[in-house]
RNA sequence: GCGGAAGUAGCUCAAUUGGUAGAGCGAUAGCCUUCCAAGCUAUAGGUUGCGGGUUCGACCCUCGUCUUCCGCUCCA
């Protein structure tokens, strides 16, 4: 019975990708040439839905809270300001394979795990060289120690490597053009860097007080080294930050602030509460105090969607001493100097996007009048988020139908996303919009034009009322805020 | 990264022992049609993932490679 479940859960999930490739929402990046690993590319339907959640959380965030406002820093950052983050030290070891445990290891854990077993002069000579090694990136040389060592896997037993092989989370690139005089940059890793660099500059500049917070949106990039499972793990990715600056004593009630704002967020989409849950890190970064994740229950089980961290006041205090510049507030209520602290949010767009389209899609079988079954695919998506609001269709494409479609279609463009269909029978056509998840359809037909009403349809319910012409933008209007 | 499986039209799949690649759906154009897919006609669409090898001849055998899926492994 479980195996049965598992089984439909993976066939859901492979009728999403599916449909999400058919349906012009998300395809695999440079198909034509047998695509690239763990990158994927929105087509217009994917990039409209894509859209639609940045800006809702963008509004939720920023016009919705007086005191947050928004940055777009670039992808491109000072090299140090990796060093500060400890993105450079820490995400850039050299891993080694045992082939017949196929356990990974880090090789100067492997070699240090070692070392504890000899005596100490033995031990430090090695430790010696494998700095020495270390600092050189001589892989070659790192995995000749541990031939040379007789080094062993401890779960194996045996010493049969693979080569040395560097991981880096970053991606490096060069800055300048002549490759003499071009220095050697990173791809951010995450967005939250540009926020704290501009901690100072968006606070004099937006005049913001303590507490107040700096929100962003953008791409991040980092080397998985198993990047799966659709757009859920990809190596390039979009990011929603928001890093909220406070007084330092008073993380605990605001982490708990953000944790049921955050939490509410999400609900608002409408999706079922028992869809969600918190998980707290037992194993906190060296930068933390607290944190937890917001999960969503993905066909592929509960994941994480969404971080809130405690980060006491590491970043703002790294980049002070990196940079030798002071990255304090004056606080006038205290009378005092601090480096504040910081509360973060930080959700993963296109995470965010794959659990809308994992719960939004439904396959329907609906008992038809005449006792026989018809079925449909449905994607459920908040109305807030559709990519096409409102579908336009007259019911024949003859005797004025279209120009009246046409006449609507011109009013409420300008407000929400309208899509005009005339090809095949009337029903046909809403399945098409089930399957791309518009809400609402309008249909003009013969009474329209005695009295200036239409018929209009809902996605969920199938059910039609019927509206005056007039009143189809407010009408939609309402629904989609 | 390791092990296993798979790759034929946009999608789902066919194609005897190796002998010139087909169908349904979908798409497009037109016809029909007065409100919930699967009516009619026509058209487009494939160097069978890619590259070598064996063969008179390869979708089929073989090697490599890329991609995807499943399991393991790593992870801020």
């Known amino acids: 019975m479980a195996n049965k479940e598992t089984k439909n859960e993976t066939n859901k999930f492979q009728a999403i990708i599916s449909h999400a490739k058919e349906y012009g929402f998300i395809f695999q990046s440079s198909e034509i040439y047998d695509g690239l690993s763990a990158v994927y590319d929105y087509g217009p339907w994917g990039s409209e839905l894509k859209k639609n959640i940045r800006d809702y959380w963008w509004k939720s965030m920023t016009r919705m809270h007086d005191n947050i406002v928004g ?69 070659d040389g790192l995995k000749q120690l541990i031939l040379d060592e007789k080094i062993t896997c401890s779960v194996s037993g045996t010493s049969n490597w693979t080569d040395v092989r560097q991981f880096n989370l970053m991606f490096s690139t060069q800055l300048g053009s002549v490759s003499e005089e071009a220095s050697e940059i990173y791809l951010r890793p995450e967005t939250a860097q540009g926020i704290f660099v501009n901690f100072l500059n968006v606070q004099k500049t937006a005049r913001m007080k303590i507490p107040f917070g700096i929100a962003q949106v953008g791409k991040a990039f980092r080397n998985e080294i198993v990047a799966r499972q659709f757009i859920f793990r990809m190596r390039e990715f979009e990011q929603m930050e ?35 849950r918190f998980h707290d890190h037992d194993k906190l970064a060296f930068y933390a105090k607290a944190a937890v994740d917001i999960e969503f229950e993905f066909p592929f089980g509960f994941k994480e969607v969404e971080g809130i961290h405690s980060r006491t006041d590491h970043d703002l205090s790294q980049h002070q001493k990196f940079s030798k510049k002071k990255l304090q507030y004056f606080d006038t209520e205290i ?104 809400p609402y359809c309008v249909t003009i037909d013969y009474q329209t034009k005695e009295d200036q009403t239409v018929t209009i349809r809902d ?23």
């Open 71 to 139: 940055i777009d820093a670039a992808i491109f950052m000072h090299p140090t300001t990796w060093k500060a983050s400890g993105h450079v030290d820490g995400f850039s070891d050299p891993m080694i394979d045992n082939k017949d445990s196929k356990k990974r290891y880090r090789v100067d854990h492997l070699i240090e795990g070692y070392a504890d077993t000899l005596d100490k002069d033995a031990a430090e000579a090695l430790l010696a060289r494998m700095n020495q090694l270390l600092a050189a990136d001589d892989l």
């Open 242 to 276: 928001m890093q909220f600056f406070i007084r330092p004593g008073t993380e605990e009630e605001w982490y708990a602030y953000w944790k049921e704002e955050r939490m509410n967020w999400h609900l608002s989409l409408g999706f079922s509460p028992d869809k969600y």
């Open 335 to 438: 009378n005092q100097n601090y480096v504040p602290y910081v509360i973060e949010t930080s959700i993963g767009l296109d995470r965010t996007v794959l659990m809308v389209l994992s719960e939004a899609y439904a396959e329907e079988d609906i008992p038809k009048e005449d006792g026989t079954k018809d079925s449909r695919v449905v994607l459920r998506i908040p109305p807030r988020v559709a990519p096409i609001k409102l579908a336009v269709l007259p019911l024949t494409k003859k005797d004025g139908l279209p120009e009246i479609a046409r006449d609507l279609i011109k009013e409420c463009r300008e407000d929400f996303y309208c899509f005009y269909e005339e090809k095949d029978a009337i029903g046909k056509r809403y399945r098409r919009m089930d399957a791309l998840g518009t």
């Open 459 to 481: 996605r969920d319910s199938m059910t039609q009322e019927r509206i005056p012409l007039d009143k189809v933008k407010e009408w939609v209007s309402l629904r989609i805020r």
